[in-house]
């Protein structure tokens, strides 16, 4: 996001321009795609601004999230993650562009996506149940590629052991 924009949604919303926001805004901005902690964000940030304390990034993790240009995600990992929300237009409600995330259950590798395959279940929804849906987010579990090899070889080997063993 454009420093200058994050400024002037600021201001709209009465809130101060600080350092520590921009310092923030400036480290996820550094880090386009990847899932940081606030403690990794915290760690990022110490090394451009010693004193920064990890409760000034947790406060400016929320407003980050409240004013949208964040995302808040959970991989059930026992972790929160941050990243830099996805924008295609210029008004607040289309500017919003959902991505998805697929997620290795053996190694925990995070996939993101784009293809909003949601978009007609939405309409539907709005149409038949008058249910106007303003955010959703979708986790898919499963094995990525080189898990589900290593699990091939594993089972072939187990099934050899098995073998020698009858």
Do not use: W
Not at 23 to 51: C, F, N, Q, S, W
Not at 70 to 96: A, C, P
């Amino acid at each position: 996001m454009d420093q200058s924009v994050f400024k002037q949604l600021l201001k709209e919303k009465n809130l101060k321009v600080t350092r520590q926001r921009m310092l923030v805004l400036e480290l996820m901005g550094d880090h386009p795609g990847e899932h940081l902690t606030a403690e990794d964000i915290y760690e990022l940030a110490r090394k451009k601004d010693p004193e920064i304390g990890l409760a000034t990034i947790y406060r400016t993790l929320q407003v980050l999230v409240e004013l949208q240009v964040i995302d808040k995600i959970n991989f059930d990992d026992g972790f929160v993650r941050y990243e830099l929300g996805q924008m295609t237009g210029d008004d607040s409600e289309e500017r919003r562009h959902h991505h998805h995330h697929a997620i290795c259950s053996r190694c925990g590798a995070v996939y993101s996506f784009e293809e909003d395959l949601l978009d007609n279940l939405e309409r539907s929804l709005l149409e038949r149940l008058g249910f106007l849906v303003v955010d959703h987010e979708v986790k898919l579990f499963g094995y990525c590629k080189s898990c589900r090899e290593k699990m091939k070889n594993e089972d072939l080997k187990l099934r050899r052991d098995l073998e020698v063993k009858v």
